[in-house]
C-alpha cells in the first residue's frame, strides 16, 4: 500500500522567513495531494491541494509543487508569521473507490517572532 | 469551523469499559471517516461510511465499530477498552465516495482510559 514520508519533522524559522516541508508518496498511482495544517486543540484543515495533472500551485502565502517522477511534493510557506505556527500533514491517495489518505507523521512548524 | 460536530469533546473512562463517539457530518456530505490520531501513530485511518454503508476498512481494531444512520451521522463504538486506545478521535465528511475529495475535520474526541 501507501506509505508517505515527511521531513523534517519539526521546523523553526524567524518571522518573516520561508518554510519548507517535503514528502515522498511511494504508490505512484497515487493522484490527489492534500496539506493539513492541525492547531493546537483543533481538527486538521485543508490549507491546500494538488492533483496529479498540475506540478504548481499557489494561494497567497502558500505554494505546493509535485514532482511526479520522483514521487514528492513539497509546501511552501512564504513570510511565514507566527499564527503559521502549527503540526503540518500531507498526504496521498489513488482516489479510486474504496481508497483513503495515506498521511505524512507531520511537521511541527514553529514560527519565532 | 468546519461545519463537523463532534461530542463528546472528552472522555475519560477505564480499561474493560465501551464508549460511543458521535460525529454529525457537513450539510450536504454523505461520507464520513474515522481517524484515530496518537502521539506514536500519526493519523490513522479506520473506517468510511457513504449514505449508509461502509465503503473502506483502514487500521481498525475488532473491537471497535462503527455505523452511520439515515440522518448521516454516524458513531464509532470502541469497546473492551485497553490504556492504548487512548488517543484524540477525529471524524471527517466529504461530499462523494471517492479517496479524492476534499475532507473536512471535526475538532475530534479526546478518549483517555484509565
Known amino acids: 500500500g501507501e506509505n508517505v514520508e515527511q521531513h523534517p519533522s519539526t521546523l523553526s524559522v524567524q518571522e518573516g522567513d520561508s518554510a519548507v516541508i517535503k514528502c515522498t508518496y511511494s504508490d505512484s498511482a497515487s493522484n490527489y495531494f492534500p496539506w493539513y495544517k492541525q492547531e493546537l486543540g483543533k481538527g486538521p484543515q485543508l490549507i491546500i491541494d494538488i492533483r496529479s495533472n498540475v506540478g504548481e500551485k499557489k494561494d497567497q502565502r502558500i505554494a505546493v509543487t509535485l514532482n511526479k517522477t520522483a514521487k514528492h511534493f513539497s509546501l511552501h510557506i512564504t513570510e511565514t508569521q507566527p499564527e503559521d505556527s502549527a503540526v503540518y500533514f500531507c498526504a496521498a491517495t489513488k482516489g479510486n473507490y474504496g481508497q483513503n489518505f495515506v498521511f505524512g507523521p507531520g511537521t511541527r512548524l514553529s514560527v519565532l517572532p | 469551523d468546519s461545519g463537523v460536530t463532534q461530542t463528546p469533546k472528552h472522555l475519560i473512562t477505564a480499561t474493560g469499559q465501551r464508549v460511543t463517539l458521535r460525529c454529525s457530518p457537513r450539510s450536504g456530505d454523505l461520507s464520513v471517516y474515522w481517524y484515530q490520531q496518537s502521539l506514536d501513530q500519526g493519523l490513522q485511518f479506520l473506517i468510511q461510511y457513504y449514505n449508509g454503508e461502509e465503503r473502506a476498512k483502514g487500521n481498525i481494531l475488532e473491537r471497535f465499530s462503527a455505523q452511520q444512520f439515515p440522518d448521516l451521522h454516524s458513531e464509532l463504538n470502541l469497546s473492551s477498552l485497553e490504556l492504548g486506545d487512548s488517543a484524540l478521535y477525529f471524524c471527517?465528511?466529504?461530499?462523494?465516495?471517492?479517496?479524492?475529495?476534499?475532507?473536512?475535520f471535526g475538532p475530534g474526541t479526546r478518549l483517555t482510559v484509565l
Open positions: 471527517a465528511s466529504s461530499k462523494g465516495t471517492s479517496g479524492n475529495n476534499e475532507q473536512f
